[in-house]
């Protein structure tokens, strides 16, 4: 399967939109290793493409984290903590968890590499 037909399946509202789904398929076409990934390095692009697609829509303007509490009086919002590994933003959706276990299941980890957005 190719990475659009992936997306068409697991997220309609990115497949929707070709253009846009072409340009996060593209970027995470360029991050994506496919020496860690083999035959499933199209799921993993589709994963990444829809994880950043997924962190642009409910994070428009720049907020990061997994909202872990809400308050109305003086109002306040708590954050989960993220691990310092270089990639924690992949803790902050569906599609990023599932990436790390896939990750973690081709037996690769996820570090800093010359492009600090690749996977090792």
Known sequence: MEPEDYIEKMLPALYADLGLMGLYVSLADDMT???LFGDLRNYAIALRAMHTY??????PTGDAGIVIGKSEGN???????MK???HS???????????????????GSVSISADPLAVL
């Not at 997924?54 to 994070?59: E, G, P, R």
């Not at 933003?89 to 037996?107: E, K, N, V, Y």
């Open 75 to 81: 109002a306040a919002i708590r954050f989960a903590a």
């Open 54 to 59: 997924s962190l642009d829509a409910n994070h």
């Open 89 to 107: 933003d992949l803790q902050m959706t569906h599609w990023g968890r599932r990436l790390l276990s896939l990750i973690r299941a081709r037996g």
């Open 84 to 86: 310092a590994d270089g």
């Open 33 to 35: 290793d496919s020496s």
